[in-house]
């Protein structure tokens, strides 16, 4: 867990350490990034950094949770949460993201890693951290104004959620295998055919 200490630093000392990481985990495997460079990249040094976090895996989760917190915060503003279609919510969501990784290109590469994190020493923590993403709390959180009444009886929106996170995962994971460079505009592109599909495939015939 992050010291305290960390969590009471002025928002500019904390935001210089979050940077770092962000910038050193995104351009680095986990196994290579190195702690030393981060906390160059800080200003601090090492052993303050390790003081604020006890290792590098707690330093990387923290980002990760910083990351989503921050995400969320950017998508879920007063036009989302006026927004009822589950597919219009996916869009809208996508088109925020969007907008801001374009601001912070090291997010993007920070979010691409974590994704693509199986067999690293905080993978399972990982793994926990998504599956909490499509489950039933989260879908009140994210969909709580969305209008189910579309689906079709036998179309479970939770599932869906799911199938577009292993769609994206495997998408990823086929870019990494052939060395092929992530491109976000191709991601968006795809994305939107994927939500378009699973539209047609959940929907009543009457929304489509």
């Not at 009444?149 to 994971?173: I, N």
């Not at 870019?175 to 592109?189: A, K, S, T, V």
Request: charged share 35%; net charge negative; aromatic share 16%.
């Amino acid at each position: 867990m992050v010291n305290e200490k960390f969590l009471e630093l002025p928002e500019e000392k904390r935001l210089k350490i979050i940077n770092a990481g962000l910038r050193v985990f995104s351009e680095n495997e986990y196994k290579r990034a190195s702690t030393e460079e981060i906390a160059e990249l800080a200003g601090i040094s090492k052993g303050l950094l390790f003081y604020y976090f006890h290792n590098k895996k707690e330093l990387f989760l923290y980002l990760f949770d910083y990351v989503c917190e921050l995400i969320s915060s950017a998508v879920m503003d007063e036009e989302y949460l006026g927004i009822s279609d589950f597919f219009e919510l996916f869009r809208y969501a996508a088109a925020k993201k969007y907008e801001l990784v374009s601001r912070h290109p090291q997010l993007f590469g920070f979010a691409v890693r974590a994704f693509l994190s199986r067999g690293e020493v905080y993978s399972e923590e990982l793994a926990a951290r998504m599956a909490e993403m499509t489950d039933s709390l989260s879908m009140e959180r994210y969909f709580r104004k969305a209008d189910y009444s579309k689906f079709r009886e036998e179309a479970d929106p939770q599932e869906t959620v799911r199938m577009l996170t292993w769609l994206m995962e495997g998408y990823l994971q086929e870019r990494q295998r052939y060395g092929l460079p992530l491109d976000f505009d191709d991601i968006m592109q795809k994305y939107d055919r994927w939500t378009d599909m699973l539209r047609r495939i959940s929907y009543r015939e009457e929304y489509l």
